[in-house]
Nanobody, 121 residues
């Protein structure tokens, strides 16, 4: 059974940093794409970063490019989202998601329950 569990959310001040974690199990990481999404209050869910294991490559949405970093610790079955220089518009519930293959999609197959990040000014 595929499982993804996010943690690390909380309150952070504008300009600060926060690291989110995603513990995953039930699949071979080499055969899956793993992504981070977020959903702000009253807005649609937004894909913000995708990690393609085949190329060990992370891609980012323009809204977080240069500020966020997506990394993987395969030995620990953990994914991390390092958030730097956070802005009020980064306030959202953050989700870890996965799907078989080498491409992220809006409709990923498996989702965690999310962790809330609130940026205070």
């Amino acid at each position: 059974e595929v499982q993804l569990v996010e943690s690390g959310g909380g309150l952070v001040q504008v300009g600060g940093s926060l690291t989110l974690s995603c513990s995953f199990s039930g699949f071979r990481f080499d055969d899956y794409a793993v992504a981070w999404f977020r959903q702000a209050p009253g807005k649609e869910r937004e894909g913000i970063s995708c990690f393609i294991s085949r190329n060990s490559l992370s891609v980012y949405a323009e809204s977080v490019e240069g500020r966020f970093n997506f990394s993987i610790d395969i030995a620990k079955n953990m994914a991390f989202l390092q958030m730097n220089s956070v802005k009020p518009e980064d306030t959202a519930v953050y989700y870890c998601a996965a799907r078989p293959g080498y491409h992220c999609r809006t409709n990923m197959d498996y989702w965690g329950k999310g962790t809330l990040v609130t940026v205070s000014s």
